[in-house]
């Protein structure tokens, strides 16, 4: 999971490519520029002046490397581990990594947490819902026409995405206490998974594939959506076609779903059953 506007960032200019081969140009050209007779002995790589200006190039290199680790632990996109940790701690307002949570959950909430201080923002829903508790994989504010119901959709880290009542109530829970409640309507929370897809599939294989083949390519689906799909995901045919053609299949036809499954931005589709059958081989 990664926020679109993070994920969108370009390169930082701080953060330098490093080259040893250029470090090395580098040095050389500026030697000769100094001390032009000895260009000849920086052509035999054999020479103990090449040798030590490797040496030098390969140690300049690790302090470049070293700069670009140090700017990368200051930035929200880049940071990682305990550096993400300092990154939260001196965030507007400070935000607390929760236990067992990973860097790019965590690194979402830091985000959310300075928008969320506008109550009305759809950051500070997702920003309550992903710190209510960490089953919360991902959460979606929005409204249904002019209704003063903000409807806040949870996106689980079950397997097939679904939010169960019990963390539905806890997340309930926590829009319900002062701090988090908002003035400008009232917050029902549900599951943003409306849709169980069951997936049927004929594949037409290559001569001589192992039978285990169908639960390679089921893999290669279930892996895939559990990767790839999530709030507002839309699950095509063609991405499940896609996905099935693992190696050894040489084609794929889906009966069923018989259309694409469109979702809104606020709402999840999970994989149910998953039937592949062999519908013979390319000859």
Not at 221 to 242: C, F, P, Q, Y
Request: charged share 20%.
């Amino acid at each position: 999971m990664a926020d679109p506007f993070l994920s969108g960032l370009p390169d930082p200019t701080v953060i330098e490519e490093i080259s040893f081969e250029a470090i090395l140009a580098s040095m050389k050209s500026n030697l000769v520029a100094r001390f032009p007779s000895i260009e000849p002995v920086l052509e035999l790589e054999s020479s103990a002046a090449v040798k030590v200006m490797q040496v030098a190039a390969y140690r300049e290199m690790l302090i470049r490397s070293r700069i670009n680790f140090a700017a990368r632990a200051n930035l929200l996109a880049y940071a990682t581990g305990t550096d993400l940790d300092h990154v939260g701690a001196g965030a507007s307002p400070p935000v607390e990594r929760m236990y067992q949570e990973s860097d790019d959950r965590f690194r979402i909430r830091i985000f959310d947490a300075a928008r969320a201080r506008n109550t009305g923002s759809f950051s500070r829903y997702r920003y309550v819902a992903m710190s209510a508790d960490i089953r919360v994989a991902n959460a979606q504010g929005y409204r249904v026409g002019r209704s003063p119901i903000v409807y806040v959709a949870i996106l689980s880290t079950n397997t097939d995405g679904t939010a169960d009542n019990a963390l539905i109530d806890t997340v309930q829970a926590a829009f319900d206490l002062p701090e988090n409640r908002m003035p400008n309507g009232e917050v029902m929370v549900l599951s943003a998974v409306t849709t169980v897809v069951n997936v049927t599939a004929a594949l037409t294989i290559v001569p001589g594939m192992p039978s285990t083949l169908r639960a390679n390519a089921e893999k290669s689906l279930r892996d895939a959506w559990a990767a790839e799909g999530g709030l507002g995901r839309d699950l095509t045919r063609d991405w499940i076609k896609a996905r099935l053609q693992v190696p050894g299949v040489y084609s794929v036809s889906v009966p069923q779903p018989v259309a694409d499954i469109i979702k809104p931005p606020y709402e999840a589709a999970s994989l149910g059953t998953v039937t592949l059958t062999i519908a013979g081989e390319n000859t």
